[in-house]
């Protein structure tokens, strides 16, 4: 049987730009995903749970499998 695990992220305001305007990031996103492949957890992809007016996703989860 699979087990599955979400992982829920939040982007954080990191600077400013020309276009959009504000510049926003993923933080430790690399890392999260690291650390749960190591403990034995495949990553799949992630779903988009919230996005702002400009269309940029606002928080997204990230998805991992493993046998159970």
Do not use: N
């Not at 957890?41 to 998805?63: N, V």
């Amino acid at each position: 049987m699979k087990k599955l695990m979400f992982v829920r992220v939040k982007s954080e305001l990191c600077g400013y730009g020309f276009e959009k305007g504000t510049k926003y990031k993923f933080k430790d996103v690399e890392k999260i995903i690291q650390e749960r492949v190591e403990d034995g957890w495949s990553y799949k992809g992630y779903i988009p749970l919230e996005t702002r007016g400009t269309g940029d996703i606002e928080t997204m989860s990230l998805i991992f499998e493993r046998d159970e």
